[in-house]
């Protein structure tokens, strides 16, 4: 949306999606998801209401991913979209910015993780799958079609947090075209659009 924009852009085209910049309601048509960037969660907040993206993401479907400024904006005080609450500079305001390994299970390689005045989740509801945590707080987890990172995985050269991302994209769409694709062999319902492309 604004921002850190042509960092995660930059990301996603390496990983093969097709990023579009989103700053009005109408541009959310057709996404096959969302990401909203870190930022100034107030000011973000402020600008999503002013241009009605708020009241737009109420019926957008697709899988969002939420960095920093993004999960909070995700969270039960705000959209209301994960069943999580954050909260803010909670790693101290005067701890500007720092880095970390996380891990991220499934044996893998710990992901380096870069904070900037960051915030971390104090509360999350049964749905919600943690998975990763810094000194025993969330800071990134997965709730359904949700996904939301305290860190910014747009500014390390890792596109594993992307790659998540977009396998829960392609997931949502490969669900969507396999119901698209019954509906297409049910003879009383219209038949279907072409593909689905993944255009994050
Ligand atoms: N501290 C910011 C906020 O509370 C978030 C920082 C970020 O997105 N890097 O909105």
Same mark, same amino acid.
């Given at each position: ?9 930059? =990301? ?6 097709? @990023? =579009?910049?989103?700053? !009005? %309601?109408?541009?959310?048509?057709? +996404? /096959?998801? !969302?990401?909203? #960037? ?11 209401? +002013? ?5 737009? !993401?109420?019926?957008?479907?697709? @899988? ?12 039960r005080e705000h ?18 910015? *720092?880095?970390?390994?996380? /891990? ?5 390689? #710990?992901?380096?993780?870069? *904070?900037?005045? $960051? #915030?971390?989740?104090?509360? $999350?509801? @049964?749905?919600? /799958?943690? +998975? ?5 707080? &969330? ?13 910014? &995985?747009?500014?390390? /050269?890792?596109?594993?947090?992307h790659e998540l *991302? ?13 119901? !698209? ?5 049910? %003879?009383? +319902? %219209?038949? &279907? ?8």
């Amino acid at each position: 949306m604004q921002g850190n924009f042509r960092e995660h852009a930059a =990301v996603l085209r390496r990983l093969g999606a097709e @990023p =579009v910049e989103v700053r !009005l %309601p109408a541009q959310l048509d057709g +996404l /096959d998801g !969302l990401i909203l #960037p870190g930022g100034e969660s107030t000011a973000i907040t402020r600008l999503m209401h +002013l241009y009605g993206i708020d009241e737009a !993401l109420r019926s957008f479907e697709a @899988p969002i991913f939420g960095t920093c400024a993004g999960m909070i904006i995700l969270d039960r005080e705000h959209l209301g979209l994960a069943d999580i609450r954050v909260e803010r500079n909670a790693f101290g305001r005067q701890v500007k910015s *720092f880095e970390a390994d996380i /891990d991220i299970g499934q044996g893998d390689e #710990p992901v380096r993780a870069v *904070f900037i005045r $960051a #915030p971390w989740i104090a509360e $999350a509801g @049964p749905d919600v /799958d943690v +998975l990763a945590e810094v000194d025993g707080h &969330p800071v990134l987890a997965r709730q359904g079609r949700i996904l939301v990172a305290a860190f910014h &995985p747009e500014l390390t /050269d890792d596109t594993r947090i992307h790659e998540l *991302f977009l396998t829960q994209v392609r997931e949502a769409t490969s669900v969507d075209s396999a119901e !698209l694709e019954k509906r297409a062999k049910a %003879p009383a +319902l %219209p038949a &279907p659009g072409a593909g689905v492309s993944v255009r994050a």
